[in-house]
């Protein structure tokens, strides 16, 4: 088996990490280039017979991309929900810390202050790690749009660790009708020459048994052969970042104090049934990491009321 340098490893495992942020769209995006309800209904109206023959259990399309240095995938998903609730989970930036911190990579997730933008983001290995050894993101919210039909929010990082840099993360929505909504998650990020290859090795070797959602072919059985390299680790990020939302969504209803565990019940059973790209660890473990990180960080936010 091909060995890679400890360094180049480590650079690796940690680009893969970034690769679950989905605040990643660089300019050609659509959201970055300024999409609209028309437009969204119209790409909802082209992907209509895939999202209702989707192989993922839910009406979904995941589509990703690898090219000149940029790492894009992009979700589009139809949801149970009325278009209100939805802008009502996504437009506040407070909340997005509730989407962020279900991801097992993340450490923690600080909201912006009242009148402020900037989440501060902590991530790291998925196993139980010390805060101050993830990785520092400070990540800019802004409400791109918000009408009466559709809303757009981006969050924008110049600069990330370890040569990485661009990351634009945009989720746009329009409302179907009823009780449902259109969503498109996009995201894409830039990585250095020396950590693509870093990242490139550490899938061959090491992330080889890794895959994605997307169906490539048929092995000699008759089976689907999947997605992998950085196009498989950005697609199982991508749907993870998409069923957190979802958990989100459907937590909105119940008491507040009730609303993290909800969500993340329902986040580790949306997971459980995609274990040939999801399954990292058993779900008791991961429940016991998430729930003593969460109270982690209640704890500092109580404090930090209490400062203030």
């Known amino acids: 088996m091909t060995k890679i340098p400890l360094f180049q490893h480590h650079v690796a495992r940690i680009l893969l990490v970034l690769a679950a942020l989905p605040w990643l769209a660089s300019a050609y995006a659509l959201g970055a280039a300024g999409s609209s309800a028309p437009e969204l209904r119209a790409k909802f109206s082209q992907l209509s017979p895939s999202l ?19 790492t894009r995938g992009d979700i589009y998903a139809v949801v149970a929900y009325p278009f209100t ?19 097992p990579n993340t450490k923690q997730c600080e909201s912006p202050p009242s009148g402020q933008s900037v989440l501060k983001v902590a991530i790291g290995k998925k196993l139980e790690q010390p805060v101050e050894d993830a990785y ?16 757009q929010v981006q969050l924008h990082a110049a600069q990330g ?20 909504s259109f969503i498109h998650l996009s995201y894409s990020y830039a990585s250095s ?26 092995d000699g059985r008759g089976q689907s052969i999947y997605i992998d390299g950085v196009r498989g680790a950005v697609e199982r990020n991508a749907m993870r970042y998409y069923l957190a939302i979802d958990a989100c969504l459907q937590a909105l209803d119940v008491p507040a104090d009730q609303r993290f565990d909800r969500r993340l019940t329902r986040f580790l059973a949306s997971m ?7 399954h990292e660890m058993e779900g008791s473990t991961f429940l016991e990491i998430k729930r ?11 404090a930090q009321a209490s400062a203030g």
């Open 85 to 103: 609730k939805v802008q009502q989970a996504l437009r506040d930036p407070a909340r997005w810390c509730d989407v962020m911190i279900l991801h």
């Open 52 to 70: 209702q023959n989707s192989a993922f259990l839910r009406p979904l399309v995941i589509d990703s991309s690898e090219s000149s240095g940029q």
């Open 292 to 302: 003593r990180q969460h109270e982690r960080q209640r704890q500092a936010m109580s």
């Open 136 to 151: 520092p993101l400070n990540l800019n919210y802004s409400l791109a749009s918000d009408a009466p039909d559709y809303f």
């Open 193 to 218: 020459m020396a950590g693509h290859l870093a990242t490139k090795a550490y899938l061959a070797t090491a992330g080889r048994s890794k895959v994605g959602f997307s169906q490539t072919g048929k």
């Open 161 to 180: 660790p370890l040569g990485t840099s661009n990351y634009r993360f945009v989720v746009e929505a329009v409302s179907l009708g009823g009780n449902r």
């Open 272 to 278: 459980e049934q995609y274990p040939r790209q999801l």
